[in-house]
């Protein structure tokens, strides 16, 4: 069922949209529908769950804002999702450069259907492939929410078989010297992808990661912010997204794959 919302008239009131989120997510069980949602007055369709909460993030509290020396700004957005996070650049740099990637066959086309409908496909290149260590193809767990993996996991709904890239190879062929924003949710993989190609850190001058501490795994959230900090990339900002109520006990929900989630910001210039 394809539902309406129009969520831009209560983004200014934070507790009316939190009790909006709370709601749309009762609504649905399992995996989420589409609905189509008026961003900047033009339709966007994203899958129910989780989407209040990411324009919340975007246009209320505009934690991805990012300075930049230039009005059209280099962007690698590793995990586009339905493009939320596109449409929040473009609105703060029009004249962006944008690289994106989202592994989800699904969501990549919903991706660029919300660009086209937002008018600002422009400058954006789509590529519907995983981002992994190495060419060739990868299995990937899609969970019915726009939060797959390339991680295995028992208790997701579907396993495919998609594109990927080795982001090492690709940013040596990359011809900017400088990539004013990296962005990246990849859903527990970002250790292994970061890891393997931190020789270009010194190209970024701002960085979003979505870390996840997976259950039962060793959280490799120094090693991270260490990798960056030696390419002179400091921690601005770490924002939790969901950890256990008894953090040193960890997650006691068997049906939640990670013990906790969390955005790390990085800026090269520490004194803004």
Not at 116 to 130: F, T
Request: contains cysteine; charged residues 25%; proline residues 3%.
């Amino acid at each position: 069922m394809n539902r309406i919302f129009e969520v831009g008239p209560i983004a200014v009131r934070p507790f009316r949209l939190e009790y909006f989120h709370n709601l749309i997510k009762s609504l649905f069980n399992g995996r989420s529908d589409l609905a189509t949602y008026a961003v900047n007055g033009k339709p966007f369709t994203a899958r129910s769950r989780g989407f209040l909460w990411l324009y919340k993030e975007f246009f209320l509290y505009k934690k991805h804002e990012f300075s930049s020396k230039t009005d059209r700004p280099v962007v690698l957005d590793v995990g586009s999702n339905t493009g939320v996070g596109i449409v929040a650049v473009k609105k703060q740099y029009p004249n962006s450069r944008i690289w994106a990637f989202e592994a989800d066959p699904e969501l990549a086309v919903i991706l660029n259907g919300n660009l086209e409908k937002q008018d600002m496909l422009e400058g954006v290149v789509i590529e519907s492939c995983a981002v992994w260590i190495e060419d060739g193809e990868i299995s990937f767990n899609a969970d019915g929410h726009g939060g797959g993996t390339l991680k295995a996991c028992d208790n997701l709904e579907s396993n495919v078989r998609v594109r990927a890239i080795d982001l090492n190879n690709w940013l040596k062929r990359f011809n900017e010297e400088t990539i004013d924003l990296f962005k990246m949710d990849v859903e527990g993989a970002e250790f292994e992808i970061l890891h393997h190609c931190k020789e270009h850190f010194e190209r970024f001058s701002n960085v979003i990661i979505e870390f996840h501490v997976s259950r039962g795994e060793k959280s490799y959230l120094g090693e991270i912010i260490s990798m960056f900090e030696r390419a002179g990339l400091f921690v601005k900002f770490i924002d939790p997204n969901s950890w256990p109520s008894t953090p040193l006990r960890g997650c006691t929900n068997e049906e939640y794959r990670y013990e906790s989630s969390f955005d790390i910001y990085f800026s090269r210039d520490v004194s803004e």
